[in-house]
Structure formats: structure tokens, C-alpha cells
């Protein structure tokens, strides 16, 4: 199982970035792909994620972050538009399912990408 996360960089507040995630070494199609950040400090937060069935954004995103998959280039992307000094941290993409409570469960990461905003 592989995912490479690229796209991250320095953005100034108000701007946006589009994160890639490539993944390869199982069936695409088959399992959720999640982004998480995690910020110096703070503890680990999953942003946004997608499977077959739900599509999910935290609260501290929705409306700004938008999640999306291409299953032919294997790759899942996150767009981030108006971003914010807090949204700071680095970026990793994961695989995952949606367990019986409707709960993402992560299995593998990638080796993340940093996102760094300026006020």
C-alpha cells in the first residue's frame, strides 16, 4: 500500500491550494481515502474523506475544503479555497473504511504534505 500526498506550499490567508493524493498497491475503488491534519501542538484531525457511500467534512472546513476522487488516475484530491492561518499543519492522506457506525477507520498514511498559511 502506497500514498503519495503532494500539492501542499506556503499560501497567503484568503488563498488556496489543491492537495493530491496518489494511491496504488490495492483497489482504489474498494476502500475510503480520507485527508487529516495535524497541526504543532495539537492533536490529530481528519478534514475530509470519501467512499463509495458518504463523503464527510469536518466542521472547521465545510464549505471552504472540497474532497474529491478520480478512481481512473487512482488519486484523491482536496481543493482548499479562503484558507486560514489555523487551517497551518501538515496534510496526510489515509485509507480507510466506514466501519457499522458510519465512523472512518484508517489503516495506512502517507508521509504527508505541510500546508503553511500567512496572515
Known amino acids: 500500500v502506497q500514498l503519495v500526498e503532494s500539492g501542499g506550499g506556503l499560501v497567503q490567508a484568503g488563498g488556496s491550494l489543491r492537495l493530491s493524493c496518489v494511491a496504488s498497491?490495492?483497489?482504489?475503488?474498494?476502500?475510503?481515502i480520507g485527508w487529516i491534519r495535524q497541526a504543532p501542538g495539537k492533536e490529530r484531525e481528519g478534514v475530509a474523506a470519501?467512499?463509495?457511500?458518504?463523503?464527510y467534512y469536518a466542521e472547521s472546513v465545510e464549505g471552504r475544503f472540497t474532497i474529491s476522487s478520480d478512481n481512473a488516475k487512482n488519486t484523491v484530491y482536496l481543493q482548499m479555497d479562503s484558507l486560514k492561518p489555523e487551517d497551518t499543519a501538515i496534510y496526510y492522506c489515509?485509507?480507510?473504511?466506514?466501519?457499522?457506525?458510519?465512523?472512518?477507520?484508517?489503516?495506512?498514511y502517507g508521509q504527508g504534505t505541510q500546508v503553511t498559511v500567512s496572515s
Open positions: 489515509a485509507r480507510g473504511v466506514v466501519d457499522k457506525d458510519g465512523e472512518y477507520q484508517y489503516d495506512h
Open positions: 498497491g490495492f483497489v482504489f475503488e474498494n476502500y475510503a
Open positions: 470519501t467512499s463509495t457511500t458518504t463523503i
